[in-house]
């Protein structure tokens, strides 16, 4: 077989790890880990017809399916905005969306990243 050579992974797939790990950590208790499934929520593949999740972006991510820090800005955005869809404002799912939205857009604001410019030109 030939042995799958380790990719190297470019400046944008690093900064998109770090950043990956730091919204990780503001959802203890992972409900942004996983796909949501209809089995714990009951209709969702009717109502979010484009689901995301931390996993999912750390396999795009993987397979250099970013191409731009924006690209992977949007995805985390519709992974809270389908929260705050399905979920009605008075549940737990919905307050942790709005917070981790809120939390994770000023993580990644440009004046945060500017001392990263170096690796994102
Ligand atoms: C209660 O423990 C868990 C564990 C994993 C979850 O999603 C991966 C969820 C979960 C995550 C969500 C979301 C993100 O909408 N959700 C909505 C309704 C019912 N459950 C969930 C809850």
Redesign the pocket.
Known sequence: CVLRQRQERSPLQKLLDYLLKGLEKRDP????????TDH??PG?SQIIHQPM?FSTMKQKIDENQYSSLNEYIEDFKLMCN??MV??HPE?I?YK??KKLLHVGVKMMSPDKLKPLHSVLT
């Open positions: 208790q992972q409900f942004f880990a996983w796909p949501v714990i929520a969702y999740d389908n929260a399905y979920n549940t799912y942790a969306a």
